[in-house]
């Protein structure tokens, strides 16, 4: 039998490469990465990595051994070129060939570059792979004067990291809020001001007029006319999906490969997970960018090329670490939603967000040294029991979620 062939050795490819394993599943699994690493979780790069307090290697999901042990026949630095889905055939960089039963698209994404004039001229850092985390680090030495362009998490991480290690950081939002895609307004301040007390510059609203080089510094005009100059610029603007084999390969595309709720795409035998796939939601189709999805859909997948699974669902979940604080957001945050704030003294800001009956969909909270994990994990089973509570009850900071669970 041919066998189950994963594209991308990252984290949703690498996680369900060992699940189909665990799982009982005996055929041959064939796991194709185009980096040179061992699967690896990418969380730490912004974040320990660049702090010094990990290494690379120390991001690795799995062992050399450990694949060879579950027989997963592992290509390293080896790009996949073409998809003929029709002869269920794929062919790699070196010119092999491989016949699949299964193919699963865990391709994730490259970040999406800056367009911006004068910005060919300028030497710009991004941040996806260890790579570019190598190249981050040795960059960012103390005094360094660091621009980042983007005040979404990967922005904001660096941001957090690069101050640490001692650079002076201006980070440039061209919304009005920080990370306004995913995040209400309190928390969001509260990110503003914790970067503020660290000493970094946040510009919102900055409009890039130019950006130019010269002797090793780049310097970012803005369109107020104000100017600043850097050592390093850096941008994190959001990514774009792996998806160009796919789409040529005939695959329905919109902004990452469609699949549907088993996680197939257009092709009975293709499926897509992770960064890359995009799953029913609210009426069209939607990109999850999280840690948590890539575990859930590699362990759902998993399960159902063994034997056949109800739909997959999953509530959103993800983490962000920045100076001594946490921030979680978990199921729900649309502002359609009845949105209430609950103010832990100075150490925790929650919003947690009900439906019309008062059902709680969903909450972002941030603070102090990881104190809000807790709460975050007692209003997600407060979600899965479908709760309705007043939003005067959630308000009140002395109301214990816990009791609420009964
Ligand atoms: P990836 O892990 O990117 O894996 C895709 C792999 O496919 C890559 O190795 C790619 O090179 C390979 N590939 C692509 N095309 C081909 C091809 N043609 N042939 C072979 N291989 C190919 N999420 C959170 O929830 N919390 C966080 O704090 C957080 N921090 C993050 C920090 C950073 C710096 C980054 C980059 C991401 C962070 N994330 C975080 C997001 C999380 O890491 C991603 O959601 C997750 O990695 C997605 O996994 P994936 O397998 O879909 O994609």
């Not at 980070?171 to 970067?195: D, G, K, M, T, Y």
């Not at 510094?217 to 104000?226: A, I, Q, R, W, Y």
Request: glycine share 8%.
């Amino acid at each position: 039998q041919a066998p189950i062939v994963i594209i991308g050795a990252g984290q949703a490819g690498g996680r369900l490469a060992l699940h189909l394993r665990e799982e009982g599943y005996r055929g041959t699994i064939c796991l194709i990465g185009d980096e040179p690493h061992l699967p690896y979780e990418r969380p730490p790069l912004s974040k320990q990595v660049l702090l010094g307090e990990s290494t690379p290697t120390q991001l690795s999901m799995t062992t050399v051994v450990q694949l060879a042990e579950y027989s997963i026949d592992w290509r390293v630095s080896t790009p996949v070129t073409k998809v003929d889905p029709s002869n269920h055939l794929l062919t790699l960089e070196n010119g092999e060939s491989l016949s699949y039963q299964a193919l699963v698209f865990a391709t994730g994404g490259v970040p999406r570059k800056l367009s911006l004039p004068g910005c060919e001229a300028v030497p710009i850092l991004y941040l996806r792979n260890q790579a570019d985390a190598a190249a981050l680090k040795t960059a960012l030495h103390p005094s360094k004067r660091v621009g980042i362009i983007g005040g979404g998490f990967i922005g904001l991480e660096i941001a957090s990291s690069a101050k640490q290690l001692g650079c002076d950081v201006v980070v440039f939002e061209a919304a009005n809020q920080l990370a306004s895609r995913v995040l209400p307004a309190e928390i969001s301040n509260r990110l503003f001001e914790l970067h503020q007390q660290n000493d970094v510059t946040i510009k919102l609203q900055a409009g890039i007029e130019q950006l130019s080089h010269h002797e090793d510094k780049t310097s970012v005009l803005l369109k107020t006319g104000e100017r600043f100059v850097f050592d390093v610029l850096v941008a994190g603007i959001g990514i774009i999906p792996n998806q160009t084999l796919a789409e040529a390969a005939g695959l329905k595309v919109g902004n990452g490969i469609l699949v549907d709720a088993y996680l197939q795409t257009s092709h009975p035998d293709i499926y897509a997970i992770g960064d890359v796939a995009a799953i029913p939601m609210n009426g069209g189709h939607q990109r999850i960018e999280t840690w948590r999805n890539a575990e859930h859909q590699a362990r759902y997948l998993a399960k159902h090329l063994v034997s056949p699974q109800s739909e997959f669902e999953d509530l959103m979940w993800f983490w962000s670490d920045q100076f001594d604080e946490g921030l979680q957001v978990v199921g729900e945050t649309s502002p359609t939603l009845k949105a209430t704030v609950r103010q832990q003294n100075e150490v925790a800001t929650f919003v947690i967000y009900q439906d019309e009956v008062g059902c709680i969909r969903g909450a972002a909270g941030m603070g102090k040294d990881g104190c809000i994990a807790k709460d975050i994990k007692l209003i997600e089973r407060l979600i899965a029991m479908k709760k309705v509570v007043s939003m005067e009850t959630l308000a009140d900071p002395s109301t214990n979620l816990k009791s609420l669970l009964k």
